[in-house]
């Protein structure tokens, strides 16, 4: 399979903003900034109150991270890296499912100041391996603690790959959730910046190309965004093995499903339909889907991320681009197969609320069910300590930063258990009266993943 390759730029920002959102330059961006913190605050307090204040509080501590450990690379040279690195120590949370993750042993000091655009984990510097996962792109700060990810040469070809990724304690959670095995069709719906992806790649393709064999394990990773795309294709490149890569115009319309990681960039309110979509994806279904779905991101905003910006009108118009994606996700869902939907807003309006939408449907929620956020592959003893603090909500769980070391972070897990509607009109609509129909008005993405 030939290996991908960067495109060039065009298209419109994945998990971008509009440019009325940036609200102009100077005096304007920080007017616009303090009306939202204004309109943030009061909308939370009501929401969360009194613990709005603690809670906000710890928003603006500096971001514990994580490591995923890179299992298409050496172990004992990868975990060499941690030793002595801080005067935290690191510890080692292998899961069953193959995916291992370097944990400081004790928590971070909490520092009340972080800011000037922080992001949801380390940038992605010039030196790779540290990259951030999260809604914004804004560039932060690397973890000092962190060691810096190096390239190691695969013991079985010439090709070096990074040691590992750094990204929010909570963000494997979902990938863990999703629970992909090796033979299953799976769809990141918006994978930029790759935290997530490289996460269930370890899953799904076992920790190297010939354990995985020719059992037709497919990983599609999907972003609208030009910029965002060309980065979750520097990640995938930088960490899985080159014999894993391919371009979607590879994929075969029928017949057998290749053992493959691809990147696609296709509207994620839109996957598989109109013009402009793939001919095989109009047929394609998964066994397993992640939406880490934009979101309003409020940790990025009381950061200052420069083009972040919170208002009621904005949650709003979230809320409808999630539905949409949430909806279309749900249509490419094998029966018997699982879909994780996740964002790291606290608004319930972007989180319960969106589900709860598409379970009432008639038609997109028929056949669909929550079932338990925690149970399966989260009960694992092992990776205990990144969940504590997470709550159960009436349909997902969250885990926020007052009472966790990482976050936050919102999940529901939904199962097919029979075919369900299409849900669309001939023109391939929606018709559930949100009023969005995967318009350009805020393109999909990531972490955003986050």
């Given at each position: 399979?030939r290996?991908?390759?960067?495109?060039?730029?065009?298209?419109?920002?994945g998990?971008?903003?509009?440019t009325?959102?940036?609200?102009?330059?100077?005096?304007?961006?920080?007017s616009?900034?303090?009306?939202?913190?204004?309109?943030?605050?009061r909308?939370?307090?009501?929401?969360?109150?009194?613990?709005?204040?603690?809670?906000?509080f710890?928003?603006?501590?500096?971001?514990?991270?994580?490591a995923w450990?890179?299992?298409y690379?050496?172990?004992?040279?990868?975990?060499a890296?941690?030793?002595?690195?801080?005067?935290?120590?690191?510890s080692?949370?292998?899961?069953?499912?193959?995916?291992?993750l370097?944990?400081?042993?004790?928590?971070?000091?909490?520092?009340?100041?972080?800011?000037?655009?922080?992001?949801?984990a380390?940038?992605?510097?010039?030196?790779a391996g540290?990259a951030e996962?999260?809604?914004?792109?804004?560039d932060a700060?690397?973890?000092?603690?962190?060691?810096?990810?190096?390239?190691?040469?695969?013991?079985?070809t010439?090709?070096?790959?990074?040691?590992h990724?750094?990204?929010?304690?909570?963000?494997?959670?979902?990938a863990?959730?999703?629970?992909?095995r090796?033979g299953h069709?799976?769809?990141?719906?918006?994978?930029?910046?790759?935290g997530k992806?490289?996460?269930?790649?370890?899953?799904?393709?076992?920790?190297?190309?010939?354990a995985?064999?020719?059992?037709?394990?497919?990983?599609?990773?999907?972003?609208?965004?030009?910029p965002?795309?060309?980065r979750?294709?520097?990640v995938l490149?930088?960490f899985?093995?080159?014999?894993?890569?391919?371009?979607?115009?590879?994929?075969p319309?029928?017949?057998?499903?290749?053992?493959?990681a691809?990147?696609?960039g296709?509207?994620?309110?839109q996957?598989?339909?109109g013009?402009?979509?793939p001919?095989?994806?109009a047929?394609?279904?998964?066994?397993?889907?992640?939406?880490?779905?934009?979101?309003?991101?409020?940790?990025?905003?009381?950061h200052?991320?420069?083009?972040?910006?919170?208002?009621?009108?904005?949650?709003?118009r979230?809320?409808?681009?999630?539905?949409?994606i949430?909806?279309?996700?749900?249509?490419?869902?094998?029966?018997?197969g699982?879909?994780?939907?996740?964002?790291?807003?606290?608004?319930?309006?972007?989180?319960?609320?969106?589900?709860?939408?598409?379970?009432?449907h008639?038609?997109?929620?028929?056949?669909?069910?929550a079932?338990?956020?925690?149970?399966g592959?989260?009960l694992e003893?092992?990776?205990?300590?990144?969940?504590?603090?997470v709550?159960?909500?009436s349909?997902g769980?969250?885990?926020?930063p007052?009472?966790?070391r990482?976050?936050?972070?919102?999940?529901a897990?939904?199962?097919?258990t029979?075919a369900?509607?299409?849900?669309?009109?001939s023109?391939?609509?929606?018709?559930?009266?949100?009023?969005h129909?995967?318009d350009?008005?805020?393109?999909?993405?990531?972490?955003g993943?986050?």
């Amino acid at each position: 399979m030939r290996r991908m390759v960067p495109r060039g730029r065009g298209g419109r920002g994945g998990r971008g903003r509009s440019t009325a959102d940036r609200g102009g330059s100077g005096g304007g961006k920080a007017s616009s900034r303090a009306a939202g913190l204004v309109q943030l605050d009061r909308h939370f307090a009501a929401a969360y109150g009194v613990r709005w204040a603690r809670l906000r509080f710890a928003l603006l501590r500096k971001v514990e991270h994580v490591a995923w450990r890179n299992p298409y690379v050496g172990r004992a040279e990868a975990l060499a890296l941690f030793e002595g690195a801080s005067a935290q120590g690191w510890s080692e949370l292998s899961h069953s499912s193959g995916c291992s993750l370097l944990v400081r042993a004790r928590a971070s000091e909490v520092e009340s100041g972080g800011g000037g655009g922080e992001a949801e984990a380390c940038p992605s510097p010039p030196a790779a391996g540290v990259a951030e996962e999260g809604e914004a792109d804004s560039d932060a700060v690397a973890d000092p603690s962190m060691p810096q990810a190096v390239a190691i040469r695969r013991a079985s070809t010439q090709q070096s790959l990074q040691s590992h990724y750094a990204l929010d304690g909570a963000s494997p959670l979902p990938a863990l959730a999703l629970a992909p095995r090796r033979g299953h069709r799976v769809l990141d719906l918006c994978a930029a910046p790759g935290g997530k992806s490289l996460c269930l790649a370890g899953q799904l393709f076992g920790g190297g190309l010939e354990a995985a064999g020719g059992e037709g394990s497919l990983l599609i990773s999907n972003d609208r965004s030009a910029p965002r795309r060309a980065r979750l294709r520097r990640v995938l490149e930088e960490f899985l093995p080159a014999e894993l890569l391919c371009e979607a115009s590879e994929l075969p319309m029928r017949g057998a499903t290749p053992t493959a990681a691809v990147v696609t960039g296709i509207d994620a309110a839109q996957w598989g339909r109109g013009p402009a979509a793939p001919s095989w994806s109009a047929t394609a279904s998964f066994h397993r889907i992640l939406i880490d779905a934009p979101c309003s991101s409020e940790r990025h905003f009381l950061h200052g991320a420069p083009d972040a910006i919170w208002s009621r009108a904005r949650l709003k118009r979230d809320a409808a681009l999630q539905s949409a994606i949430l909806r279309n996700g749900a249509r490419l869902l094998a029966v018997g197969g699982r879909l994780v939907y996740s964002t790291c807003s606290l608004a319930d309006e972007e989180n319960d609320a969106v589900v709860a939408k598409l379970l009432k449907h008639k038609r997109h929620g028929a056949g669909l069910a929550a079932v338990d956020p925690l149970g399966g592959e989260l009960l694992e003893e092992s990776i205990a300590p990144l969940l504590a603090g997470v709550k159960r909500t009436s349909l997902g769980a969250i885990m926020l930063p007052d009472t966790s070391r990482f976050g936050p972070l919102y999940w529901a897990v939904l199962e097919r258990t029979a075919a369900g509607g299409a849900g669309e009109g001939s023109d391939g609509s929606s018709d559930d009266g949100s009023g969005h129909g995967g318009d350009d008005s805020d393109a999909t993405g990531e972490d955003g993943s986050r």
